[in-house]
């Protein structure tokens, strides 16, 4: 398969994962700012979905301040955020486009269908349809759209290069999510009246993990959220699963290429991690570490793939 047919399956799989993520992110938000939280943190619960100063630069050369109606407006709709729900469907389309010799039409259509819906909303269309709404409807395509690729796609290389794509996403999206909240996982006193369980249920759920934590653990807490979607292997975006995907594919695809060592050897590394020595450490620069290996493991992939872009 040629290299830059891989980098458009590649980037397929990454750009649907995003859009289907930050439609969580800003729902997951918008829910928890109807909650009666803390001062301190609702100071700082639309800014937290902004990781570096590079991105919170780039929001306010166009907004002044962190606030729902801005941020919902540049993260869902803004053409030019590279990381917005906008762009990224906008994204994928032109990916299938490029790489549709090697896709089926139903997976075409449905992306095509996806991004005529996305093109022509607007800022009154959102608030009109409402916004929980509209947010859930892209998270209902990025399913439909992982399911016609499953249910019609050939188990050849192309898929296992989206299947790559969407995994090392994933892992990206899991930890975005954890840094967004990591200061809720150090709240030494729990409160009493309700709270924790309702601000944690909406955190799972923004995590598409609530049915599982409730099947696997007892009660809401800071500690067995962690544990879950750090290391627990039986649900799906945990960051353990998703690196342990990236290194099956990528032993499937060429298991001597340096990649796959990289990703072999960073799930081992977090095979053997006990979550108190995790906690101890610092939840923050863990996953601010988590996220530059996968920077690293994404840039040698291109390289050893000759993915250019």
Request: hydrophobic share 40%.
């Amino acid at each position: 398969m040629l290299s830059r047919t891989a980098d458009n399956l590649y980037w397929l799989g990454r750009y649907v994962e995003r859009a289907e993520n930050t439609a969580r992110l800003l729902a997951g938000t918008q829910r928890l700012s109807l909650m009666p939280i803390p001062t301190d943190e609702a100071g700082n619960l639309w800014r937290n979905l902004f990781q570096s100063e590079f991105e919170e630069n780039a929001f306010l050369a166009k907004h002044s301040e962190f606030s729902e109606t801005p941020v919902m407006e540049y993260m869902a709709l803004d053409p030019e955020n590279p990381s917005s729900i906008y762009s990224c469907v906008h994204g994928a389309r032109e990916n299938v486009r490029a790489a549709r010799h090697v896709l089926t039409t139903e997976i075409s259509q449905c992306i095509n269908e996806t991004w005529m819906e996305v093109k022509k909303c607007r800022p009154q269309d959102v608030i009109d349809r409402g916004t929980q709404n509209y947010l859930d409807s892209i998270k209902e395509r990025a399913h439909l759209f992982r399911g016609v690729v499953h249910g019609t796609m050939r188990r050849g290389e192309p898929f296992m290069f989206w299947e790559l794509g969407a995994a090392l996403e994933r892992a990206e999206n899991t930890s975005r999510l954890m840094l967004a909240r990591s200061a809720a996982f150090h709240r030494a006193a729990k409160r009493d009246d309700g709270f924790d369980f309702y601000r944690w249920g909406t955190f799972l759920r923004t995590a598409n993990a609530y049915s599982a934590y409730r099947q696997l653990y007892r009660d809401i807490d800071p500690v067995s959220v962690a544990d879950l979607l750090i290391l627990n292997t039986q649900i799906p975006r945990s960051l353990l699963s998703c690196i342990e995907d990236s290194a099956e594919v990528l032993r499937n695809l060429k298991r001597e290429a340096q990649c796959a060592a990289m990703a072999e050897r960073l799930a081992s590394e977090l095979r053997t991690m006990r979550l108190d020595t995790i906690l101890r450490s610092g939840l923050e620069g863990f996953l601010h570490d988590f996220r530059k290996q996968v920077h690293v493991l994404s840039d040698q992939i291109r390289v050893d793939f000759i993915m250019v872009r």
